[in-house]
């Protein structure tokens, strides 16, 4: 890969520009030659910008909430980056990526940057190249980098594995006050959204989702010195209602998080999933790749064949761990 | 490993109701493998500034009540004048035949009026997007 090349991407990132932005976002997308090139230099200069999150079920109004949080941040002086991911169709791998036509009112202001992504499979509301893209925004200087999930259900809880804060958008009629004790989403939020609050139901809703975080506080406040008091905040996004409450509430969860320490704890948690899912997703297929390439794989898959060589054993000496095969090996003596 | 998803942006250029069409269209890029950006309505100008955030590889403008002269005119020289003239620009819908010269003359490659079939559309954004891997 071309150095220069990525030279002027990374300065390009640095300096802001849009266009050159959009590409990088393209080659981790791709996958492009220069793009882990162009990550090892870019990471140092990351971990300055606040990442939000915002999940909720497909309908809730994420979208017109995410343009409406925006705004007010643009507003207050802030670069804001916007990842909204959509899913990808099982069958062609296509998408249709909507969640732009509720942006309209940030896209083109020059202190936002949207972009749209489709899942391509990736489970858990959010895509592969997630992660990257925000280090992308990150390394750019944007204040807040805002992911907005694939339209999620009771169990797609991947955001809180990358977000600092996040915000749980729920919509009024979803169920009953049982729905409400079931672990998954509701238990990740850092803020809750209720939207659509001209909506009928709407203030049940509300009523459920607080005594669930009255029943929740009631056991959680012993062993904390300072919990954090997950806000309920109702709105309608779309006549802009109660948004501002929603902005306070992450500025206070951000404030929160950097005087409680416990910033630094969703720090390590976020690294420690990257690294997790590297060695899953990067490394492993690279082993496989060195394996089949050098012949190991040949070499050794007959024996476990054979019964003379387990297939945990064959793995270990595959990505090079030593314990097994000298166990193997001592059997063997 | 290195691979690309054609991108797509379609939406409609002028403020009105006609967008069973492009619906259609989103639906069946979607089917033949392509991430479609989707939007109802968009000025010439968020048009450019949203091919750029997304980094897009067609721009696909529907017209169905006139204005598409005008509008094209200004979408492909703001992509030129910011350097972004590798984009394929497209249009369809509503379009006079005496109208496919000059949209050509601007830039416009593909344009695709009333009785075109989607599997030409397709072939022709596989023809003529650059590889970019």
């Not at chain 1, 080659?27 to 999940?55: C, F, N, P």
């Not at chain 1, 806000?231 to 509430?249: C, H, I, K, Q, W």
């Not at chain 1, 948690?269 to 690294?275: L, S």
């Not at chain 2, 350097?83 to 416009?108: C, F, K, S, T, Y």
Request: net charge negative.
């Amino acid at each position: 890969m071309d150095k220069a090349e990525i030279e002027r991407i990374y300065t390009g990132i640095g300096a802001g520009d849009k266009g050159v932005i959009a590409q990088a976002i393209t080659w981790i997308e791709d996958r492009h030659d220069g793009a882990d090139a162009l990550l090892e230099l870019l990471y140092r200069q990351t971990g300055r910008a606040h990442v939000v999150g915002i999940t909720g079920p497909p309908g809730a109004g994420k979208s017109t909430l995410v343009n409406e949080i925006a705004r007010i941040w643009a507003a207050q002086g802030l670069r804001v980056g916007i990842i909204a991911i959509d899913p990808s169709s099982p069958f062609s791998r296509g998408a249709v990526l909507g969640d732009r036509v509720r942006m309209r009112g940030v896209s083109g202001q020059q202190q936002v940057f949207i972009r749209s992504l489709a899942n391509r499979g990736f489970l858990g509301g959010l895509s592969r190249s997630t992660a990257d893209v925000v280090k992308i925004f990150d390394g750019a200087g944007m204040d807040v980098v805002i992911i907005e999930t694939v339209g999620v259900g009771q169990s797609e809880v991947s955001v809180c594995e990358l977000a600092h804060t996040v915000v749980v958008v729920a919509v009024p009629n979803a169920g009953d006050a049982v729905q409400t004790l079931k672990a998954g989403l509701l238990e990740i939020a850092d803020v809750f959204v209720v939207n659509k609050r001209d909506m009928p139901g709407a203030v049940n809703t509300v009523r459920q989702l607080r005594q669930m975080l009255a029943i929740r506080r009631s056991s959680d406040m012993t062993d904390r010195p300072s919990p954090w008091d997950i806000p309920l905040v109702s709105t309608n996004a779309l006549a802009s209602e109660g948004v501002m409450d929603v902005v306070r509430s992450v500025d206070e969860h951000r404030h929160y998080l950097r005087s409680s320490g416990l910033w630094e704890t969703r720090e390590a948690r976020r690294a420690t999933n990257e690294v997790e899912l590297l060695l899953r997703e990067d490394v492993v297929p690279r082993v496989l790749e060195r394996a089949r390439q050098s012949g190991l794989w040949d070499t050794l898959l007959p024996r476990v064949i054979a019964r003379e060589l387990s297939p945990l054993g064959m793995a270990h000496q595959l990505a090079e761990i030593p314990t097994l095969t000298s166990l193997n090996a001592k059997q063997k003596e | 490993m290195a691979s690309h998803t054609i991108r797509v942006l379609l939406c409609k250029t002028t403020m009105e109701s006609h967008d069973r069409g492009v619906r259609f269209l989103a639906t069946k890029l979607r089917d033949a493998g392509m991430e479609v950006i989707y939007l109802n309505f968009l000025e010439p100008v968020e048009v450019v500034d949203t091919a750029i955030e997304e980094d897009v590889d067609v721009i696909g403008l529907s017209s169905s009540v006139e204005g598409h002269l005008a509008v094209l005119e200004t979408v492909t020289r703001q992509l030129q004048m910011r350097g972004h003239r590798r984009v394929l620009v497209m249009v369809g819908g509503v379009i006079p035949e005496e109208d496919i010269a000059p949209l050509q003359a601007m830039g416009v490659q593909g344009v695709f009026g009333p009785g075109s079939y989607v599997s030409d559309i397709i072939q022709f954004i596989h023809d003529h997007v650059p590889a970019r891997v």
